[in-house]
């Protein structure tokens, strides 16, 4: 099974995504990751990749589509399957992993927008932020309202029009991601196990 979660900063992707490898056993890919791993790996990807972050810029659509293809083309992930949090961002990043996947002959099982209120959002994040502190531990920088905001604009700019190039294709399914943390994975688990 082979799927890309899609939805705002702060929505719970990834927290969904590590219950579906709980219980599915698909791999999470987080394209931060891959990239670092890639460099760390010293692979053709990963060399580009590295000379282009170390000049401190973004990594262009094509590298981070060539690491997803490595990443993707593993044992393990070919086995498996994978969940895609984070990734694509942008409709260009959808067209190229469209016809990547094609060429490859694998396929994407589903695409789930997970809905939600942004302005929750930003409750959502404070109380994370909160638990923490309360739990001893330390708040993630990018736990705060300022910069949750930030993220919403370029949601909003660069990832939100990736929703309606999936749906005209008929791909895009969704969930209420404004539910409980137990209700949105059994949404989730409905999608998957329909087939």
Not at 26 to 44: K, Q
Not at 48 to 73: C, F, N, S, T
Request: proline residues 5%; glycine residues 10%; positive net charge.
């Amino acid at each position: 099974m082979n799927l890309i979660l899609l939805g705002p900063p702060g929505c719970g992707k990834g927290t969904q995504a590590a219950r579906l490898k709980e219980k599915y056993g698909v791999i999470p890919l987080s394209t931060g990751d891959m990239l670092r791993a890639a460099v760390a790996a010293g692979t053709d990807v990963g060399k580009k990749a590295k000379a282009i972050m170390e000049a401190g810029q973004l990594v262009p659509d094509d590298v981070v589509v060539g690491v997803i293809a490595e990443r993707i083309g593993q044992p393990d992930v070919q086995k498996q399957g994978f969940v895609l949090d984070g990734f694509p961002r942008t409709v260009a990043q959808a067209k190229s992993l469209d016809q990547m996947m094609e060429k490859r002959g694998w396929k994407l099982d589903h695409i789930i927008e997970m809905k939600v209120d942004e302005q929750a959002l930003f409750a959502r994040i404070d109380k994370r932020a909160r638990e923490t502190v309360a739990a001893g531990g330390a708040v993630r920088a990018d736990d705060n309202a300022e910069t949750l905001k930030k993220r919403i604009v370029v949601y909003r700019e660069q990832t939100q029009p990736i929703l309606p190039y999936y749906a005209k294709a008929g791909r895009l399914e969704s969930v209420d991601g404004m539910a409980p943390i137990d209700d949105v994975t059994k949404q989730l688990e409905g999608i998957v196990t329909k087939g």
